[in-house]
């Protein structure tokens, strides 16, 4: 494609009209939105970062868990066997469960007394479970702590990540632009103006066929 | 732009002192009323911010900035009722007849120029802004305004054309 001459009496002429630039506070208010808006970006993405790391560290808590359990489950089964029991008779039950006065210690008491120990273990692995978790999120709740400060709460956080996407902003332009002109057609004017808009700043540089713009554009 | 869309923070500062003066001449001298202009020129940037993530490197920044810069017009225009075609003689681009530093410098051209200009169609006033402002080519005039290189062609011949006969008109 060749381009057209330029003549260079239109181009000086042109560069003597002047060089308008926009005024310092446009300049200042864009730029604090380009600011904004980059904060608002950062906190989502921290957000998701912690909760992977929790989410990450709790699957580790949890496989460590499920294989002390089998330690303790295995651990009555051991203590049947003769060989183990080195020091007196009843030394390794009374830690972990209190003798019963009077009763005699047999086996079967043993089993039944396993549950409630292996609940406290659990317990007390759940616990720790738990601050670990705490203490894993925590140096990543406090370094998104900044950038949550300069454009929303914390409790945004959790909306940001809960809050569901429209339905159009997952459509495809084409299944979007198909649905506004379905609403003109239907006649609902200001959902499609709306919509249209929306549309728009979603997709700036999308440019509409002609005629799927004779469709979706007022009328 | 690639920069800023990865986070780099100083990008959009660089990106926005680099394309300011011309995008706000651009739609200023499309417009010609310089309080709509203003508010057209922040609503161009504040879509290149929020489309940030969207942005691909198919194409020129510039191109890409120009093109929703056209989408955001040709909406404006429409809103107007398509005064895109009309003739208009409000000018808040132009220089006036009376303005001393014009007349001081003689600078009949200048003048003539911006009258030729409020007087183009409006694509080919857009066509003629692209290639004299943004330094757009042919090619890229036709995707910043979605049309055939074809048309884009003939609008800024047909533009340069009126305001060479403009300036030659003595």
């Not at chain 2, 732009?1 to 499309?30: C, E, I, N, W």
Request: glycine share 6%.
């Amino acid at each position: 494609m060749t381009e057209p001459e330029r003549d260079e009496r239109i181009a000086q002429a042109y560069r003597a009209l002047g060089r308008e630039e926009p005024r310092a506070a446009l300049d200042a208010a864009i730029l604090a939105a380009s600011r904004r808006h980059r904060a608002r970006w950062r906190v989502p993405l921290a957000a998701a970062a912690a909760l992977t790391l929790a989410v990450g560290v709790a699957l580790v808590v949890e496989r460590e868990e499920r294989t002390r359990t089998e330690e303790v489950v295995l651990a009555p089964q051991v203590m049947k066997s003769p060989a183990p029991v080195a020091g007196p008779r009843g030394d390794a039950r009374s830690a972990t469960v209190p003798a019963a006065p009077g009763k005699p210690q047999v086996a079967p008491e043993r089993a039944a007394a396993a549950p409630p120990a292996l609940a406290e273990a659990k317990r007390e692995r759940s616990d720790e479970a738990g601050r670990r978790v705490m203490q894993a999120a925590e140096p990543v709740g406090q370094a998104s702590a900044p950038a949550a400060d300069r454009s929303a709460p914390a409790t945004s956080v959790a909306g940001a990540l809960s809050a569901a996407k429209p339905a159009e902003e997952a459509d495809t332009p084409e299944r979007w632009l198909e649905r506004i002109a379905g609403l003109r057609e239907q006649g609902r004017v200001r959902e499609a103006d709306e919509s249209l808009a929306e549309f728009r700043r979603r997709h700036p540089d999308y440019r509409i066929p002609e005629p799927m713009l004779r469709r979706v554009a007022p009328r | 732009m690639l920069a800023y869309r990865q986070g780099d923070a100083g990008a959009f500062d660089t990106l926005y002192s680099r394309h300011k003066g011309p995008l706000y001449r651009f739609v200023l001298r499309a417009v010609r009323e310089r309080a709509v202009a203003e508010e057209l020129y922040q609503e161009i940037w504040m879509r290149v911010i929020e489309a940030r993530g969207r942005y691909e490197a198919r194409a020129r920044f510039t191109t890409w900035l120009y093109t929703i810069a056209h989408h955001r017009l040709t909406d404006h225009w429409r809103k107007r009722g398509l005064k895109v075609v009309e003739l208009q003689d409000d000018d808040a681009a132009a220089p006036r007849a009376d303005d001393p530093e014009a007349r001081a410098a003689g600078r009949e051209d200048l003048q003539r120029l911006a009258q030729a200009m409020a007087a183009l169609p409006g694509l080919q006033r857009e066509a003629f802004l692209l290639h004299a402002e943004a330094g757009m080519t042919v090619a890229e005039i036709a995707v910043a305004t979605g049309a055939n290189e074809e048309a884009a062609k003939s609008r800024l011949r047909y533009a340069l054309g009126k305001l060479e006969a403009a300036l030659k008109d003595d």
